[in-house]
């Protein structure tokens, strides 16, 4: 069984920047798919950032290429998401997922089987 426990979340002003960090326990593969969903109030849960092995190539939504970097160490049992020039549309609570399936949609919140518990990002205009 998996455990993940996310942080780093906050508040900032737009075009700043927040790096989460995603602490993991228990087995998780580095095999495995590790993502970052987000959930907005009223809205459904999206893929922000997927990454399946340390330096495999990461998938991101559109709404954040160019803006946010996934990252992983698996030495350190770790998922990270450095989140630059941040937009009020950003705001939402950001979850860290894992998956033991072999996906071909890895931003697809129906594909992971581990969450945490998530941490709040607002971004203020």
């Known amino acids: 069984q998996a455990q993940l426990v996310e942080s780093g979340g906050g508040s900032v002003q737009a075009g700043g920047s927040l790096r989460l960090s995603c602490a993991a326990s228990g087995y998780i593969d580095s095999s495995w798919y590790m993502g970052w969903f987000r959930q907005a109030p009223g809205k459904e849960r999206e893929g922000v950032a997927a990454?399946?092995?340390?330096?495999?190539?990461?998938h991101y939504a559109d709404s954040v290429k160019g803006r946010f970097t996934i990252s992983r160490d698996n030495g350190k049992n770790a998922l990270y998401l450095q989140m630059n020039s941040l937009k009020p549309e950003d705001t939402a609570k950001y979850f860290c997922?894992?998956?033991?399936?072999?996906?071909?949609?890895?931003?697809?919140?129906?594909?992971?089987?581990?969450w945490g518990q998530g941490t709040q990002v607002t971004v203020s205009s």
């Open positions: 990454i399946r092995t340390e330096g495999d190539n990461p």
């Open positions: 997922a894992a998956s033991y399936y072999s996906t071909r949609f890895p931003l697809q919140a129906s594909v992971y089987n581990y």
